[in-house]
């Protein structure tokens, strides 16, 4: 029970007044204290039932109905089941029948056909073997060796790289120019050179590599090749080397592209620039169209290379667009220039 104290002095000497009304004989201040509500307490009957709600009994009947339908189902499975095991056994049965029917041997047991028993050694097939299992009528297979008549040897993967010259820049770099041409009977996958600058005494001063603007080559084609060796010492010699590899996936394409109307005209700084417009004759559309054209004396000689793409990404089938690109290592005035083309296929 709790005790009653004055709200003013905390004293414990009170005075009850009325109900719920009490004065401090201490400090002769009045209270009021709100008594507390009389707890209610109901007292259920014996045999009373607390009453389900509606959805309740909604949310039983729903999961008594799936119970019933789960059960119904599960016993249809299994009825099924045991018909196809019905079913499998019977044909076994006629099986049997059938091979015991036209080999004139002891009944097969449905067991005997499934383990596997009638393809081994001795089994119920074994008919007219010996003790070792092997037909008594037969004689054992030999082999048969084929020569290399028969053997298609692999193609050969051979390159060259000529006509290899040197163009020099204004800041101490070289540029290696010539013509990697496809010698052998396989696509070349990349066409890379290496060259090797040597010194009067056959020391080894500088190494670079070079890849030809083209993916692939095909037998009997041939690309320019360009190598830059930066800040070049002063060297003797030079000497280049390929290792050509055979395309492993996929077939190279080839597409009829036409060059039409090229003019190779002198521009600023003693550069050249090459205009004109390609093609593509094609049926098929292409894109990343590449040209590379090859600067020549009057000696057929190297003496610039132009290399760059047209600016249009695809090119549909009859489809044309203009090019302009710029030459600028240039060693001498050129007289003619030979121009590669090189396209690839729009993949779906």
């Known amino acids: 029970m709790k005790t009653l104290r004055c709200d003013q002095c905390s004293s414990t000497d009170l005075t009850r007044l009325a109900e719920g009304e009490y004065r401090c004989n201490h400090c002769k201040s009045r209270m009021h204290v709100q008594a507390a509500p009389a707890l209610k307490i109901e007292v259920v009957k014996p045999g009373a039932r607390e009453k389900k709600s509606p959805l309740y009994t909604a949310g039983m009947v729903v999961l008594m109905l799936g119970l019933l339908i789960g059960a119904v189902s599960l016993r249809a499975q299994r009825q099924e089941?045991?018909?196809?095991?019905?079913?499998?056994?019977?044909?076994?049965?006629?099986?049997?029948?059938?091979?015991?029917?036209?080999?004139?041997?002891?009944?097969?047991?449905?067991?005997?056909?499934?383990?596997?028993?009638?393809?081994?050694?001795?089994?119920?097939?074994?008919?007219?073997?010996?003790?070792?299992?092997?037909?008594?009528?037969?004689q054992p297979s030999r082999p048969v060796e084929y020569g290399s008549e028969a053997v298609v040897a692999p193609k050969v993967v051979r390159a060259s790289f000529t006509d290899a010259v040197a163009l020099p820049d204004r800041i101490g770099n070289v540029y290696f120019v010539g013509i990697y041409k496809n010698t052998g009977e396989a696509a070349i996958d990349h066409p890379r050179v290496e060259v090797t600058l040597w010194d009067g005494k056959k020391q080894k001063l500088a190494v670079a590599a070079g890849f030809a603007p083209f993916g692939n080559l095909l037998p009997g084609e041939e690309v320019p090749v360009k190598i830059l060796v930066q800040h070049a010492p002063a060297y003797e010699s030079a000497s280049y080397h390929v290792a050509p590899e055979a395309v492993r996936f996929g077939t190279p394409?080839?597409?009829?592209?036409?060059?039409?109307?090229?003019?190779?005209?002198?521009?600023?700084?003693?550069?050249?620039?090459?205009?004109?417009?390609?093609?593509?004759?094609?049926?098929?559309?292409?894109?990343?169209?590449?040209?590379?054209?090859?600067?020549?004396?009057?000696?057929?000689?190297?003496?610039?290379?132009?290399?760059?793409?047209?600016?249009?990404?695809?090119?549909?089938?009859?489809?044309?667009?203009?090019?302009?690109?710029?030459a600028t290592l240039v060693r001498a005035a050129p007289t003619s220039f030979r121009l590669y083309t090189f396209a690839r296929p729009v993949r779906p």
């Open 81 to 138: 089941r045991l018909r196809d095991e019905r079913r499998q056994r019977a044909l076994q049965r006629d099986i049997a029948r059938s091979i015991e029917s036209r080999m004139g041997t002891k009944p097969l047991h449905v067991q005997e056909i499934t383990s596997g028993r009638l393809a081994g050694s001795g089994g119920p097939l074994a008919v007219g073997a010996n003790s070792s299992g092997t037909p008594s009528d037969t």
């Open 253 to 326: 394409a080839r597409f009829k592209l036409t060059v039409e109307t090229p003019k190779l005209e002198p521009a600023l700084f003693g550069s050249y620039r090459l205009r004109g417009s390609v093609r593509n004759a094609d049926t098929q559309e292409v894109q990343f169209v590449h040209l590379a054209a090859l600067l020549l004396d009057a000696k057929h000689t190297i003496v610039g290379l132009v290399d760059g793409f047209v600016g249009q990404r695809n090119l549909p089938a009859g489809d044309h667009s203009p090019f302009s690109l710029q």
